[in-house]
């Protein structure tokens, strides 16, 4: 057989080499898309976020200011029932009934607001958020009315009760779809104190051995913890009285007379009704303070200075304005989109975005909101506040946790090891937790590396790539 000539060898190999440049090529273009693309839908979950996130704190605002109105109102019907000689005020009990409905309203009009933000700019239904709505919809409906027989409101004539109305308004949102998760939700079958046992972020740090999390809240248990008899006693965990929405609630709480307030922390009943004549332009009898009536008031464990909740590692100098010196109502939201890929065997990149935001403003004597204890309507602004300033939510939708804290905490508090339940995830942990040897590698890593754990910003990616509590 004759042999080809060399020359053609040659060009057999330069095609080959040709082809392979050109697979290259492609794979560096489409992985140049594919990263421009992935920018791209970021930079759209960021702003769907933090749209969302003003949207809900808005909302907030909103809802504040008119039950505020409606505490000013009512001051003034006492007061003109009182100058009737009016013994009973049935105005002033409609205004307080009008309030406690919105204490449920707008929140929910807030929850409806963030959606329409997100979808505005291009977040689509999540699934799984729809799902988590609609179910817990169906819980309140269903259960609710037995688990919490006082009823925020009472219609005339019931049913439908104040349950069945909350729920069909969440009903009619999931049938919406939910693109923004409330990522604060506070639950009424919730439940989070100090107690490190009832802190569902110390499971949490057990299950991913986050030792940076035992650094910043739980180092000094890390290290000198034994065993299970040195728990302190668990607090007795009572189920609320409903007050505020589950979801972007305004952390509010009531008062049957303006005497009342000082025990909240709020100056003399005086000087409230000195702010009040402020807002209603009229003088009012001090009478009004001793009247019974629905006024609404900032709940002090809720509306604290936000100084007070700085962490003392927290990366923050200077002194924070009065008026902004407040914890409160504000509004956390999550959402998730996905950014496909065109690389061949490239998975699809899921994108997470949290945000939050929180409504602002003054009284008309210049003090912050909740100087008086009583709410009036100051609230004229909301900007975005870094996520980890923001209020967290309990065990919030985590499956189980009621469960846990009602019925297995007790038993392990009592018998140890012997007390956890099989199946229960949490239990799962304190099993973990009981080990000697993962409790050293914890302090060991510490040891070595404490000065890695600062608290920081992070940028989005699923998974939580950042420092932040729930992360971006």
């Keep these: 057989m004759k042999p080809r000539p060399p020359h053609r060898r040659r060009a057999g190999q330069t095609l080959i080499y040709l082809l392979m440049i050109c697979v290259i090529l492609a794979l560096v273009v489409l992985w140049n898309f594919d990263l421009h693309k992935v920018i791209s839908v970021k930079l759209r979950a960021q702003t ?45 009990e409609l205004l307080g009934e009008l309030a406690a409905r919105m204490c449920y309203v707008g929140p929910v009009t807030a929850l409806a607001a963030s959606q329409l933000a997100a979808k505005n700019n291009r977040i689509f239904n999540n699934p799984e958020f729809t799902a988590l709505l609609a179910s817990h919809a169906e819980q309140v409906v269903q259960e609710y009315p037995n688990q919490f027989p006082i009823q925020p409101w009472t219609n005339a004539p019931s049913p439908p009760t104040a349950w069945d109305n909350y729920g069909t308004m969440l009903r009619v949102l999931a049938a919406q779809g939910i693109a923004a998760w409330p990522d604060n939700a506070l639950y009424y079958v919730d439940f989070r104190g100090d107690h490190l046992l009832l802190n569902p972020s110390f499971y949490d740090a057990i299950a991913s051995s986050d030792w940076c999390w035992f650094w910043h809240h739980a180092y000094s248990t890390l290290r000198s913890y034994m065993s299970w008899r040195e728990w302190d006693p668990l607090p007795l965990v009572r189920d609320p009285i409903p007050i505020n929405s589950e979801y972007f609630g305004l952390g509010l709480t009531k008062v049957s007379a303006l005497d009342d307030l000082p025990m909240l922390g709020a100056p003399s009943s005086r000087a409230v009704l000195q702010v009040l004549e402020l807002y209603a332009e009229r003088p009012l009898t001090s009478a009004v303070a001793r009247v019974s009536a629905q ?74 909101p909740n100087r008086y204890g009583l709410v009036l309507p100051a ?36 018998r140890g090891l012997d007390g956890l339940t099989p199946g229960c995830w ?9 080990q000697l040897s993962f409790r050293q590698v914890g302090i060991e890593w510490l040891e070595r590396n404490s000065d890695r754990c600062r608290v920081h910003g992070g940028g989005p990616g699923r998974g939580g790539s950042g420092g932040t509590r729930r992360g971006h």
């Excluded at 605002?61 to 007061?79: K, S």
């Excluded at 909740?309 to 509004?331: C, H, L, N, Q, S």
């Excluded at 065109?342 to 602002?360: E, H, L, Q």
């Excluded at 949490?426 to 009981?434: G, I, K, S, V």
């Design 48 to 92: 769907a976020g933090d749209a969302a996130a003003l949207a809900a704190a808005r909302w907030q605002g909103i809802a504040l200011n008119l039950i505020g109105q409606l505490n000013v109102l009512q001051a003034v019907a006492i007061h003109e029932g009182i100058a009737r000689g009016q013994t009973e005020f049935p105005e002033a």
């Design 295 to 368: 006024w609404y008031a900032y709940d002090p464990v809720r509306w604290r200075p936000w100084t007070s909740i700085i962490p003392a590692d927290f990366p923050f100098r200077g002194t924070v304005k009065p008026e902004y010196d407040y914890v409160g109502a504000d509004a956390s939201v999550r959402v998730e989109t996905r950014s496909d890929r065109a690389t061949p065997g490239a998975a699809p990149r899921w994108i997470t975005w949290t945000a939050a935001a929180k409504p602002f403003g003054t009284l008309e004597d210049g003090q912050r």
């Design 379 to 414: 609230f004229r602004e909301v900007r975005l506040i870094p996520v980890d300033t923001a209020s967290g939510g309990g065990g919030g939708s985590r499956p189980g946790w009621s469960t846990h804290i009602r019925e297995h905490l007790p038993e392990y508090v009592a």
């Design 426 to 434: 949490y239990c799962d942990q304190l099993r973990t937790w009981e």
